[in-house]
């Protein structure tokens, strides 16, 4: 797995020009880059090139080829503009001199308003009494092949328990396949300390950003990207920050899937504070196929 020191270095990438980044990878066990790592470098990139009273909060990102993870990854910044209450950047992420993620970013000065929010929804089950995601794979693996732990640890992307803590009352419906309601979630916590400054927290929150998220639209059909029976890959990725981020304490990600069709599953998710205080949003449309292995032959 990893470190918190490699987690932190990757995600807080090496500033080499004042609007050129490269960035590092970490493996997960994926057949490429994290999705999450991209955007969450992206933000990063693009955060420390605004003026310091300025915090992000919008991005939206088009996810275009898949990343080598073996290979640094570039980030190039361009200042589209600097406003007195918004500054926009566009960073792409580069390999091999073309690129595999495109994204805009805007930034804007925190004023005071009008304020309202969804609450969370109240059967939304409490994280006390649930054991972390780690324990209860290490303990569904015991009862399954291992080629199919195998697979349940790389497809549910599991992180060290000691850096982030995730917790999700739906885990189970992993191993029982069946056709659920298209909505989920899962409580989380990185335990090392952040510090204060905003750009990581909200580097990190943009890293979770991704995790499930796609696997939302896929709950009400019966199959899960284990299986083997099914091949997905994100498209794009919006993300909105509502408030002040604090990923020390714990959090829940609320997903849901409003839609499914044409070979695409639409989802949102909403960030949420152990107080209840709506955070971030985000949205994704993801491409997900069932595996025609008939026509694979051919």
């Not at 987690?7 to 020009?17: F, M, P």
């Not at 999450?36 to 088009?62: F, I, M, T, W």
């Not at 949420?272 to 032959?297: C, V």
Request: proline share 5%; net charge negative; charged share 25%.
């Amino acid at each position: 797995m990893f470190t918190w020191d490699e987690l932190k270095n990757s995600l807080h990438v090496e500033q080499i020009d004042r609007y050129l980044f490269k960035g590092a990878s970490i493996h997960l066990g994926l057949k490429r880059v994290f999705g999450g790592q991209v955007l969450a470098q992206c933000l990063n990139a693009g955060y420390r090139s605004v003026d310091e009273d300025k915090v992000p909060h919008s991005l939206h990102g088009y996810f275009l080829r898949p990343g080598d993870q073996d290979k640094p990854i570039i980030y190039e910044v361009d200042p589209i503009r600097n406003g007195r209450s918004f500054s926009t950047r566009r960073v792409v992420a580069r390999q091999n001199g073309e690129a595999i993620f495109n994204s805009s970013i805007s930034f804007h000065r925190i004023e005071d308003g009008p304020s309202h929010q969804f609450d969370l929804p109240e059967d939304v089950p409490s994280r006390d009494g649930i054991k972390s995601d780690n324990q209860r794979v290490d303990e569904l693996a015991e009862t399954v092949s291992e080629e199919v732990a195998r697979k349940i640890r790389s497809n549910y992307l599991i992180f060290p328990e000691d850096i982030i803590e995730l917790r999700s009352p739906f885990l189970g419906d992993l191993l029982n396949p069946g056709k659920y309601e298209p909505k989920h979630g899962f409580w989380f916590k990185v335990h090392p300390d952040v510090g204060d400054d905003p750009v990581m927290h909200m580097t990190l929150l943009a890293y979770i950003s991704d995790k499930a998220l796609m696997s939302t639209g896929i709950r009400p059909h019966g199959e899960g990207f284990f299986t083997g029976k099914m091949m997905g890959a994100s498209l794009d990725h919006a993300m909105w920050f509502h408030g002040n981020v604090n990923v020390n304490d714990w959090n829940y990600y609320y997903l849901d899937s409003p839609r499914s069709g044409r070979a695409r599953t639409f989802n949102r998710g909403s960030f949420y504070s152990d107080a209840g205080r709506l955070i971030a949003s985000t949205a994704q449309e993801g491409l997900f196929r069932f595996i025609d292995n008939d026509r694979k032959k051919t």
